[in-house]
């Protein structure tokens, strides 16, 4: 499979300008913001330094939905917290191609500047906020049209689905602005600045926060409430680093008035990002078959996944990190010629992912009732978040291996590959278990996880050796 898709692949890393090992220790020196020459710093170091931020990122906006399903599941009831745990799935679906956008123009960006070549760094931002505003406009017009028909789809119960539809329909109001804060926070990334999206996502988890308790406690909107919450609470973030990139200085500047498209650079993004979108996008269509068995459970189910889910979903935050961190480090690195670091920064990222995910995994999964009781009091919801966080979330770690595997991939200019290796790995097993093999138990049906994330990681890893033979091959 990987000879055949890196040889046609629309994607190839020689369509982005490369310069030789001496070069770019040229302009490492001179103030290349990746310097990855050897005796200039530690690389754990800077990566987790890069990272940090991005998991308090990920944490504080997964609190906008944490905080939506314990507000509702504590004061208005298991049926509203339902109806909200059932929208991540389809969220995850309508939004993930979109952000995949987003993915290539982080992978170009950095390339460009591991080369240090400035023009390219501007014409490539240029290109990307044209791309983010009309992503913008198609994903709210996509979200708005189909939040029923998929809630449908996926057999939500007739006392959750009008609920859940309000909820998406309100919640798919703020999609533009999740995306455009994605598209912004990736540009400053390739500069090493995770701190500012950090702090704008701080004030808008803040707002939420307030929003929910006001809405819903004091005028009593339920469901609706939390999610007019959570918009503000977007759009708050998108404003903040949009403001950022205006003022910035250099050649990431967002300048409004030279905005336009780059052919060579859209094409580049679209060719790294597209498949990495349509690979997230199969991905949550597969948790959407899997959402749809958990609903055949019950709402009591529904309630007790949406709430153990929280914590598979901040575990996940740094396996994430450390994807965007692979993501930029090595596609600068990449960009300046060094091989050589590109295999030692994978190593680096899937080591810090698999020990940071791991400490959070085993740390509630010893205490699921605890965590969980967070969110419900019922007993039968707690029974059956307790089944899905100890076959699911125990060894949610292994999910590194094939997804930071991936992302230096991607970085590498091969972004089919790891597309047709999720997917056969990951989402046509998940599929075939819940409409072919029909599992009888709930834990039967969640323990796919684990068996997808052990097949998908091998084949992932297997296929990172060839590629990264490949690559020197081609580099010789």
């Known amino acids: 499979m990987t000879a055949s ?32 020459l050897p005796g200039e710093g530690s690389l754990l170091r800077r990566i987790v330094m890069f990272a940090l931020p991005l998991i308090g990122s990920g944490v504080v906006q997964q609190s906008f939905n944490s905080v939506d399903v314990a507000v509702v599941g504590q004061y208005v009831g298991d049926h509203a917290l339902a109806a909200v745990g059932a929208n991540g799935p389809v969220i995850s679906l309508i ?6 956008i987003a993915l290539g123009a982080n992978v170009v ?23 983010a505003a009309v992503c913008s406009v198609i994903l709210l017009g996509v979200g708005l049209v189909v939040a029923e028909p998929l809630l449908a789809l996926l057999d939500t119960p007739a006392e959750v689905i ?34 500012r999206p950090f702090y704008w996502l701080v004030a808008g988890g803040l707002v939420n926060v307030v929003l929910n308790l006001v809405l819903v406690i004091v005028y009593g909107l339920g469901v609706e409430g939390v999610a007019i919450a959570t918009v503000a ?12 990139l205006l003022r910035e200085q250099g050649a990431i500047r967002l300048d409004l008035r030279h905005i336009r498209i780059y052919g060579r650079e859209l094409k580049s993004m679209l060719a790294i990002g597209i498949p990495a979108g349509l690979q997230g996008s199969v991905f949550a269509l597969s ?8 609903n055949g459970f019950g709402p009591k189910a529904m309630a007790g996944s949406a709430a153990a889910l929280t914590y598979e979903l901040y575990a996940y935050f740094i396996i994430s990190s450390m994807v965007q961190a692979s993501l930029t ?35 509630v999964a010893a205490f699921p009732s605890f965590f969980c009781s967070i969110f419900t009091d019922d007993a039968t919801a707690l029974h059956f978040a307790v089944i899905r966080i100890r076959v699911v979330l125990m060894v949610q770690f292994l999910a590194c291996s094939y997804e930071i595997t991936a992302g230096c991939m991607r970085a590498l200019g091969y972004s089919l590959t790891p597309m047709f290796i999720t997917i056969c790995g990951t989402c046509v097993l998940r599929v075939v278990w819940v409409k072919v093999l029909t599992p009888g138990s709930f834990g039967e049906l969640v323990s796919i996880y684990p068996v997808t994330w052990i097949i998908t990681g091998l084949s992932m890893c297997l296929t990172w050796v060839v590629v990264m033979r490949r690559v020197r091959l081609r580099r010789i």
């Open 95 to 100: 939004v993930t191609l979109f952000m995949g």
């Open 162 to 195: 009008d609920a859940a539809t309000l909820y998406l329909h309100i919640y798919a109001l703020g999609f533009p602005a999740m995306l455009v804060y994605n598209f912004v926070s990736a540009v400053l990334r390739c500069v090493g600045d995770t701190r």
């Open 233 to 244: 609470s977007n759009v708050l973030s998108a404003a903040g680093v949009t403001c950022n």
């Open 329 to 363: 480090f090595v596609s600068a690195a990449y960009g300046a010629g060094r091989l050589d670091m590109c295999r030692r920064l994978m190593w680096i990222c899937m080591t810090a992912g698999v020990a940071g995910s791991a400490a959070i995994n085993l740390s």
């Open 287 to 294: 948790n959407v078959f899997i959402q749809s068995a958990i």
């Open 5 to 36: 898709v890196s040889s046609r692949s629309a994607d190839k890393a020689k369509s982005m300008p490369m310069q030789s090992v001496s070069e770019s220790g040229q302009h490492a020196r001179a103030g290349n913001p990746y310097p990855f």
């Open 109 to 131: 960006i950095s390339r460009y500047m591991g080369a240090s070549d400035t023009d390219g760094v501007r014409r490539a931002v240029a290109t990307q906020a044209v791309v």
